[in-house]
């Protein structure tokens, strides 16, 4: 198993642009999670999806989208980049049972991203 | 106030020794918590969960105080490649800390 897959690994992006961030789990997990993480801080929850056609917004969903298609699939939105979104930023994927209990959260290698 | 909240660090020690770290969150209603470790720009990866009797993974010991709302981390006989950052993650709902960075010297 891939585990999570995630591309591009770097990106620069100029004021204004918008691009999609592909995040891929091999492992049917039903819930998926996007991240940032800022130089010295925490993570940051954006967006997550716990199935396939549902998705919910964390603490920090301005200036992103996101759509889960497929139980494989969880791709993040830019549509107008600014200099605070960036940021690294990980996607995530656990399996959650019906009680509700959490399996581990794995997460993919990242992608850096700079807005200039 | 923070959500979750840690002692930055950086934390330096020598091998073989023990170090503690401590985390503070703020939502009473938190149900579930992770100590993760993060090396240098790498993915985070779980450590340990935290369970309310406390618990015990080899060298590495977890707590969980819920009437103060914090969570510790006692590592033993420190090892070089301890070195890394450790995040005290709470959910209920998700919420990562800063994290607590070590470095172990030789």
């Known amino acids: 198993n891939a585990g999570v897959t995630q591309t591009p690994k770097f990106r620069i992006l100029k004021i204004g642009q918008s691009m999609t961030l592909q995040c891929t789990q091999d492992?049917?997990?039903?819930?998926m999670y996007w991240y940032r993480q800022d130089p010295g801080m925490g993570l940051k929850l954006i967006y997550y999806?716990?199935?396939?056609?549902?998705?919910d917004k964390g603490e920090v969903p301005n200036g992103y989208n996101v759509s889960r298609s497929t139980t494989e699939d969880f791709p993040l939105r830019l549509e107008l980049a600014a200099p605070s979104q960036t940021s690294v930023y990980f996607c995530?994927?656990?399996?959650?049972?019906?009680?509700?209990?959490?399996?581990?959260?794995?997460f993919g290698p990242g992608t850096r991203l700079t807005v200039l | 106030r923070k959500e979750v909240e840690q002692d930055p660090g950086p934390f330096n020690v020598p091998e073989g020794a023990t170090v503690a770290f401590n985390c503070t969150y703020s939502?009473?209603?938190?149900?579930?918590f992770f100590w993760y470790r993060q090396d240098c720009r790498k993915e985070p990866k779980l450590l340990m969960s935290?369970?309310?009797s406390g618990n015990e993974d080899g060298r590495f010991t977890a707590q969980l105080n819920r009437a103060s709302q914090y969570i510790s981390l006692l590592i033993r006989d420190s090892k070089l490649s301890d070195s890394a950052t450790y995040l005290c993650?709470?959910?209920?709902?998700?919420?990562f800390g800063a994290g607590t960075r070590l470095t172990v010297k030789p």
């Open positions: 995530a994927s656990s399996y959650v049972a019906g009680t509700g209990v959490t399996d581990t959260q794995y």
């Open positions: 492992m049917n997990h039903n819930y």
């Open positions: 999806s716990v199935g396939a056609g549902i998705t």
């Open positions: 939502n009473s209603a938190s149900q579930s």
């Open positions: 935290v369970y309310s």
């Open positions: 993650v709470v959910k209920g709902p998700m919420r």
